[in-house]
Protein backbone atom coordinates (compact mmCIF):
# COMPACT_ATOMS: atom_id res chain seq x y z
CA UNK A 1 0.00 0.00 0.00
CA UNK A 2 1.45 3.55 -1.00
CA UNK A 3 2.30 6.10 2.57
CA UNK A 4 1.50 8.72 -0.23
CA UNK A 5 -1.81 9.77 -1.77
CA UNK A 6 -2.25 8.17 -5.02
CA UNK A 7 -3.61 11.08 -6.66
CA UNK A 8 -1.35 13.66 -5.60
CA UNK A 9 1.42 12.23 -3.97
CA UNK A 10 0.63 14.40 -0.93
CA UNK A 11 0.97 13.17 2.57
CA UNK A 12 -1.38 12.85 5.48
CA UNK A 13 -3.07 9.99 4.32
CA UNK A 14 -6.78 9.02 5.26
CA UNK A 15 -9.39 6.16 4.57
CA UNK A 16 -11.98 6.42 1.73
CA UNK A 17 -14.83 4.41 1.54
CA UNK A 18 -14.87 2.65 -1.49
CA UNK A 19 -18.96 2.43 -1.38
CA UNK A 20 -19.47 6.08 -0.09
CA UNK A 21 -21.27 6.28 3.18
CA UNK A 22 -24.76 8.30 1.49
CA UNK A 23 -24.82 4.93 -0.74
CA UNK A 24 -25.00 2.85 2.06
CA UNK A 25 -28.94 2.57 3.09
CA UNK A 26 -29.40 2.46 -1.06
CA UNK A 27 -27.66 -0.77 -1.39
CA UNK A 28 -28.87 -4.02 -0.74
CA UNK A 29 -28.25 -5.77 2.39
CA UNK A 30 -27.76 -9.63 2.72
CA UNK A 31 -30.31 -11.61 3.91
CA UNK A 32 -28.15 -12.73 6.95
CA UNK A 33 -26.84 -9.27 8.08
CA UNK A 34 -23.20 -10.08 6.82
CA UNK A 35 -22.06 -10.07 3.20
CA UNK A 36 -18.64 -11.99 1.53
CA UNK A 37 -16.37 -9.83 -0.13
CA UNK A 38 -13.66 -11.26 -2.33
CA UNK A 39 -10.83 -9.55 -3.71
CA UNK A 40 -9.48 -11.22 -6.98
CA UNK A 41 -6.81 -10.73 -9.36
CA UNK A 42 -5.34 -11.89 -12.23
CA UNK A 43 -1.91 -11.19 -11.58
CA UNK A 44 1.00 -12.47 -14.32
CA UNK A 45 -1.24 -14.81 -15.96
CA UNK A 46 -2.09 -16.50 -12.25
CA UNK A 47 -5.62 -15.91 -10.77
CA UNK A 48 -5.30 -14.91 -7.16
CA UNK A 49 -8.14 -14.24 -5.11
CA UNK A 50 -8.83 -13.35 -1.32
CA UNK A 51 -12.43 -14.18 0.42
CA UNK A 52 -13.27 -12.47 3.54
CA UNK A 53 -16.76 -12.42 5.41
CA UNK A 54 -18.59 -8.86 6.17
CA UNK A 55 -20.01 -5.86 4.61
CA UNK A 56 -19.17 -4.66 1.47
CA UNK A 57 -19.93 -1.01 2.58
CA UNK A 58 -17.39 -1.43 5.30
CA UNK A 59 -14.54 -1.19 2.89
CA UNK A 60 -11.85 1.63 3.45
CA UNK A 61 -8.39 2.36 1.73
CA UNK A 62 -5.98 4.46 3.25
CA UNK A 63 -4.69 5.58 -0.49
CA UNK A 64 -5.99 9.61 0.07
CA UNK A 65 -4.93 12.46 1.37
CA UNK A 66 -7.17 14.30 3.55
CA UNK A 67 -6.97 17.61 2.90
CA UNK A 68 -6.90 17.89 -0.83
CA UNK A 69 -8.23 14.89 -1.96
CA UNK A 70 -10.64 12.82 0.37
CA UNK A 71 -12.21 16.68 1.63
CA UNK A 72 -11.24 18.50 -1.37
CA UNK A 73 -12.34 17.76 -4.83
CA UNK A 74 -13.24 14.02 -4.06
CA UNK A 75 -15.57 15.47 -1.59
CA UNK A 76 -17.18 18.03 -4.27
CA UNK A 77 -17.36 15.07 -7.06
CA UNK A 78 -19.39 12.81 -4.50
CA UNK A 79 -21.52 15.90 -3.86
CA UNK A 80 -22.06 16.19 -7.20
CA UNK A 81 -22.89 12.61 -8.24
CA UNK A 82 -25.50 11.85 -5.78
CA UNK A 83 -28.08 13.23 -7.02
CA UNK A 84 -27.24 11.02 -10.52
CA UNK A 85 -26.80 8.17 -8.23
CA UNK A 86 -29.05 7.48 -6.41
CA UNK A 87 -31.83 7.42 -8.66
CA UNK A 88 -29.82 4.79 -10.68
CA UNK A 89 -29.79 2.77 -7.13
CA UNK A 90 -33.23 3.24 -6.51
CA UNK A 91 -34.87 2.07 -10.14
CA UNK A 92 -36.24 6.39 -9.86
CA UNK A 93 -36.34 8.16 -13.51
CA UNK A 94 -33.31 10.30 -14.48
CA UNK A 95 -32.18 11.40 -17.84
CA UNK A 96 -28.36 10.57 -18.51
CA UNK A 97 -27.35 13.21 -20.54
CA UNK A 98 -24.64 14.46 -21.68
CA UNK A 99 -23.36 16.37 -18.48
CA UNK A 100 -24.60 13.77 -15.71
CA UNK A 101 -22.66 10.84 -17.90
CA UNK A 102 -19.48 13.02 -17.25
CA UNK A 103 -20.09 13.42 -13.57
CA UNK A 104 -20.68 9.84 -13.70
CA UNK A 105 -18.11 8.69 -15.41
CA UNK A 106 -16.04 10.50 -13.64
CA UNK A 107 -16.75 9.60 -10.00
CA UNK A 108 -16.40 5.82 -11.48
CA UNK A 109 -13.07 6.41 -12.75
CA UNK A 110 -12.18 7.43 -9.39
CA UNK A 111 -13.86 4.57 -7.20
CA UNK A 112 -12.17 2.47 -9.76
CA UNK A 113 -8.54 3.82 -9.50
CA UNK A 114 -8.52 3.84 -5.63
CA UNK A 115 -10.32 0.58 -5.72
CA UNK A 116 -7.66 -0.95 -7.54
CA UNK A 117 -5.37 -0.73 -4.21
CA UNK A 118 -7.66 -3.38 -2.60
CA UNK A 119 -6.58 -6.01 -4.68
CA UNK A 120 -3.01 -8.18 -3.94
CA UNK A 121 0.50 -8.48 -4.94
CA UNK A 122 0.15 -4.69 -6.63
CA UNK A 123 -2.56 -5.63 -9.47
CA UNK A 124 -2.47 -1.50 -10.07
CA UNK A 125 -3.89 -1.20 -13.89
CA UNK A 126 -4.04 2.28 -13.75
CA UNK A 127 -0.92 4.45 -14.07
CA UNK A 128 -0.21 7.26 -11.76
CA UNK A 129 0.03 9.84 -15.01
CA UNK A 130 -3.55 8.82 -15.17
CA UNK A 131 -4.37 9.49 -11.58
CA UNK A 132 -3.15 12.24 -11.67
CA UNK A 133 -4.79 13.85 -14.77
CA UNK A 134 -8.09 12.60 -13.44
CA UNK A 135 -7.54 15.03 -10.36
CA UNK A 136 -6.67 17.52 -12.44
CA UNK A 137 -9.50 17.35 -15.53
CA UNK A 138 -12.19 15.59 -13.53
CA UNK A 139 -12.60 13.92 -16.60
CA UNK A 140 -11.56 10.11 -16.71
CA UNK A 141 -8.63 8.80 -18.70
CA UNK A 142 -8.85 7.91 -22.17
CA UNK A 143 -7.70 4.92 -21.87
CA UNK A 144 -10.66 3.99 -19.77
CA UNK A 145 -14.49 2.81 -21.17
CA UNK A 146 -16.76 2.87 -18.44
CA UNK A 147 -20.27 0.80 -19.29
CA UNK A 148 -23.28 1.22 -16.94
CA UNK A 149 -26.19 -1.08 -17.61
CA UNK A 150 -29.31 -2.28 -15.25
CA UNK A 151 -28.56 -5.69 -14.15
CA UNK A 152 -31.30 -7.96 -13.07
CA UNK A 153 -29.88 -11.13 -11.76
CA UNK A 154 -29.17 -12.39 -8.59
CA UNK A 155 -25.94 -11.34 -7.74
CA UNK A 156 -25.35 -9.22 -4.91
CA UNK A 157 -23.95 -5.75 -5.23
CA UNK A 158 -20.87 -5.83 -6.80
CA UNK A 159 -17.66 -4.36 -8.52
CA UNK A 160 -16.42 -6.15 -11.47
CA UNK A 161 -12.81 -5.53 -12.98
CA UNK A 162 -11.82 -6.79 -16.73
CA UNK A 163 -9.98 -3.71 -16.24
CA UNK A 164 -12.42 -2.15 -14.59
CA UNK A 165 -16.90 -2.02 -14.01
CA UNK A 166 -19.03 -1.33 -11.11
CA UNK A 167 -22.34 -2.86 -10.65
CA UNK A 168 -25.51 -2.20 -8.10
CA UNK A 169 -28.50 -3.62 -7.46
CA UNK A 170 -31.31 -1.97 -6.40
CA UNK A 171 -32.82 -2.59 -2.84
Same mark, same amino acid.
Given at each position: ???????????? /??????? @?????? $???????????????? !?? %???????? %????????? /??????????????? !???? !??????????????????? $???????????????????????????? @?????????? %?????????????? $????????? $? %???????????
Amino acid at each position: MPNICIFCGRAG /LSKEHVW @PGWSHS $YIRKAKHGARRHRRAA !RI %RGKDKSIE %REGDVTKIQ /LRVVCEKHCNNGWMS !RLET !RVMPIVIPLLTGAPIQLNK $YNQEILATWIAMKLQIFEFNFPDKSIVT @PALERSLLMG %RRVPPDIMSIWIAR $YRGVQENSY $Y %REAGGVAWRNR
